[in-house]
């Protein structure tokens, strides 16, 4: 579970001068016009490179070069194909070590079985604490390696609109850590449910994430049965990743919705039923004598009782509902574009949503050639995730190795984790959410830690410090100028208004 930000009081005396000044800068942000920069000076410009930092984690000199080699509207299509994925030979190795990409899902579910099997015949009391320990343990590496494995691909991957679209879809369709078998679920789910969908068709998301264990487990849907109708899951399906908490239907509709999903379940070693049949590759099934095959009345149109083809039929209609595409487009525009994004822009991509059937890539094709999206750059405040992201990225740019445990507590100590939010409504997205004073005492904290760790002359010769550089405030400036370490320098480029908006 994430832990609230540390508060103003925990930073030492001696910096709360630095503190002061930083956070009085992100106050102020856009109040004090940045310097022209010289027009005969070769390089990007000013809306260049927030353009670039709202497509990308961060400006680095492998996706500059690229912008500059291809132009605006080639790199965008680039970005949306996201055919190129190749990390560094030595990030692909280092990622190939990790446990979780050698072992399927079913194994790790029978591995799960066998030891809970074990751990229920111990006799003996003290045996059984330390076997139990010993799985929790294991259970937390499972995530560990998972959010090792997902953080380094977003620092690494040229493909960043993928990675982006890989977080923020894991944050609409979320999922808990710390429920039962969730542990060993999880990185079967972003590689199998979430990834390969993440710049597809909406209607593929859904179904994908439906019918993954992980989704399952975590909203009950696998204790879903005819005669013991749970309705969670179906209630979050339509709330939260489809239809919108307004969108105008009914716990009538929410009952029929739970009992079309009847017998949507999960494959657990030991639990196979007669004439269960398992769909895809993973450790979803469907279990024909868990199912209710009554006729139900969804959102006004009748769903003949005829086993999973009726999930399949419902998640359609769900998608394609005027609400869905409007829903999905406003969260898309909250994440790229600001808090209350123009109306106008969500209904032309709702339009497009409709249009191309829930083509996720023709909607942020819209969303990122629309002037409402032009007109923001600069003014999305990071959540904690781009932050830290970006902060990665610079680093790695400027020549060092990148501290990915590290970096996974500082996420922690933001309060945004990977699988750490324990409803299902995922992170929020506004910047009211994340720039409280004490978010910004903790994100100023967590600066000067990524400061400690980067070499100051190489993070002086990196990309985003050199382009950077023309565009920072007077109030920015004056701030690094008076800086009297390099470190300090370092953090206080960390916590400036430039580096906190992209």
């Not at 970005?79 to 190749?86: F, G, I, K, P, S």
């Not at 898309?332 to 106008?344: K, S």
């Not at 004073?437 to 980067?454: E, K």
Request: aromatic letters at 8%; charged letters at 25%; proline letters at 7%.
């Amino acid at each position: 579970m994430s832990r609230r930000p540390a508060s103003a009081a925990i930073i030492p005396k001696p910096l709360r001068r630095l503190v002061c000044t930083a956070l009085c800068a992100l106050a102020a942000v856009g109040a004090a016009a940045a310097p022209a920069p010289d027009p005969a000076a070769a390089g990007p410009s000013r809306d260049d490179l927030r353009w670039l930092a709202r497509l990308t984690y961060g400006v680095d000199g492998a996706t500059l070069e690229r912008f500059q080699r291809l132009g605006k509207a080639a790199f965008l299509e680039e970005q949306l194909a996201a055919t190129d994925t190749t990390l560094p030979p030595t990030v692909q190795a280092r990622i190939d070590r990790l446990p979780i990409a050698h072992t399927s899902i079913e194994t790790l579910l029978a591995d799960l079985a066998a030891h809970r099997r074990e751990i229920q015949a111990q006799d003996d009391a003290t045996a059984k604490l330390a076997a139990r320990r010993e799985l929790r343990r294991d259970g937390v590496e499972q995530v560990r390696a998972t959010m090792q494995r997902e953080l380094l691909r977003a620092v690494y991957s040229p493909a960043q609109l993928q990675e982006q679209m890989v977080w923020f879809w894991l944050n609409h369709f979320s999922v808990f850590a710390r429920k039962g078998p969730e542990p060993w679920l999880l990185a079967d789910y972003l590689e199998r449910a979430i990834r390969p969908h993440a710049l597809g068709r909406f209607r593929d998301l859904v179904l994908a994430t439906l019918t993954h264990p992980a989704m399952l487990v975590y909203l009950d849907n696998a204790r879903n049965a005819v005669g013991h109708v749970n309705e969670n899951y179906a209630r979050e399906l339509m709330e939260l990743h489809t239809l919108g908490v307004d969108a105008g239907y009914t716990q009538r509709d929410v009952q029929e919705l739970a009992r079309i999903l009847t017998g949507v379940g999960v494959a657990l070693p030991g639990t196979a039923r007669r004439g269960a049949r398992t769909i895809g590759d993973g450790a979803f099934v469907f279990q024909p004598a868990r199912h209710d095959y009554g006729d139900k009345v969804l959102l006004g149109h009748t769903i003949r009782g005829r086993g999973f083809a009726e999930v399949e039929q419902a998640v359609d209609l769900l998608v394609r509902q005027p609400a869905c595409a409007r829903f999905v487009s406003r969260r898309l525009a909250q994440y790229f574009v600001g808090d209350e994004p123009p109306p106008a822009l969500i209904e032309a991509m709702a339009a497009t949503f409709r249009q191309s059937d829930g083509d996720i890539r023709a909607v942020l094709r819209t969303l990122f050639t629309a002037p409402e999206f032009t007109a923001s750059l600069g003014g999305k405040f990071k959540d904690p995730m781009h932050y830290v992201v970006s902060a990665l990225r610079l680093e790695a740019d400027g020549g060092a190795a990148v501290p990915i445990d590290a970096a996974l507590r500082w996420l922690n100590e933001l309060g945004e984790p990977w699988f750490g939010h324990p409803t299902p409504d995922g992170y929020p997205l506004g910047e009211r959410d994340w720039a409280s004073s004490g978010q910004l005492a903790a994100r100023f904290t967590v600066a000067r830690a990524i400061a400690r760790s980067v070499d100051p002359e190489a993070l002086a010769g990196s990309t985003y410090a050199r382009v950077l550089r023309p565009y920072l405030s007077p109030t920015t400036r004056a701030a690094l100028d008076a800086a009297a370490s390099p470190q300090e320098r370092t953090t206080l480029l960390l916590a400036s208004p430039e580096f906190n908006y992209r």
